[in-house]
């Protein structure tokens, strides 16, 4: 079953913004940490940004001034602002919990970065 739909990817010139979502269809939202993943080509995947359930979101290292993770627990939405982008940032970006058990992986949305 469809747990999280992710939109918002594209093509952007480095230096340039985009604003990721994430749908959540799962009753209990509210209660998960959530994050934001994402999957380079031949690379693992990685964590990019957590959110919990109230406190302060954290980064991995290579994004932390440049992206920004929000939620909206009344509409089960989590929100990745990226900016100032660079090549390196190009990959597949999926939500999910920070914990298993996880969510269905939704499909993702390629972000790329490019001139």
């Known amino acids: 079953q469809v747990q999280v739909v992710e939109s918002g990817g594209g093509l952007v010139q480095p230096g340039g913004s985009l604003r990721l979502s994430c749908v959540a269809s799962?009753?209990?939202?509210?209660?998960?940490?959530m994050a934001w993943y994402r999957q380079a080509p031949g690379k693992e995947r990685e964590l990019v940004a957590e959110i919990p359930r109230r406190g302060t979101p954290d980064y991995e290292a290579s994004v932390k001034g440049r992206f920004t993770i929000s939620r909206d627990n009344a509409k089960k939405i989590v929100y990745l602002q990226m900016n100032n982008l660079r090549a390196d940032d190009t990959a597949i970006y999926y939500c999910?919990?920070?914990?298993?058990?996880?969510?269905?992986w939704g499909q993702g949305t390629q972000v790329t970065v490019s001139s």
């Open positions: 799962v009753s209990d939202f509210s209660n998960y940490m």
């Open positions: 999910n919990k920070k914990w298993f058990p996880y969510l269905a």
